[in-house]
């Protein structure tokens, strides 16, 4: 089992930064692939990026490709999610998810944070 608990939101304006974070309890944290992924009103729920228990490996969708880094500290457990360059279209509440698999499909994570507001003006 692995409780997660986001923080970091908030608002920025657009060309602004954010960083989130991802607390993770329980002790085998570093055994899971950690993911980010992002609800906007009236949209499904999408993935953002991925990486690997090792954080060796990483993985982003097309839109925040360049933008976005995601890394992990197994020491802390805690990963994060560094937005740069931020647009209004990145306005979402942020999830990140864990399971011991790989994926890019919300159906491919058993755990989930309970989000946090990113708002993005213009």
């Known amino acids: 089992q692995v409780q997660l608990i986001e923080s970091g939101g908030g608002l920025v304006q657009a060309g602004g930064s954010l960083r989130l974070s991802c607390a993770a309890s329980?002790?085998?944290?570093?055994?899971?692939?950690m993911g980010w992924f992002r609800q906007a009103p009236g949209k499904e729920r999408e993935f953002v990026a991925t990486?690997?228990?090792?954080?060796?490996?990483?993985y982003y969708a097309d839109s925040v490709k360049g933008r976005f880094t995601i890394s992990r500290d197994n020491a802390k457990n805690t990963v994060y999610l560094e937005m740069n360059s931020l647009k209004p279209e990145d306005t979402a509440v942020y999830y990140c998810?864990?399971?011991?698999?790989?994926?890019?499909?919300?159906?491919?994570?058993?755990?989930w944070g309970q989000g946090t507001q990113v708002t993005v003006s213009s």
């Open positions: 329980g002790r085998t944290f570093r055994t899971y692939t």
């Open positions: 998810a864990a399971d011991r698999r790989t994926g890019l499909r919300t159906d491919d994570y058993d755990y």
């Open positions: 990486i690997n228990w090792t954080g060796g490996s990483t």
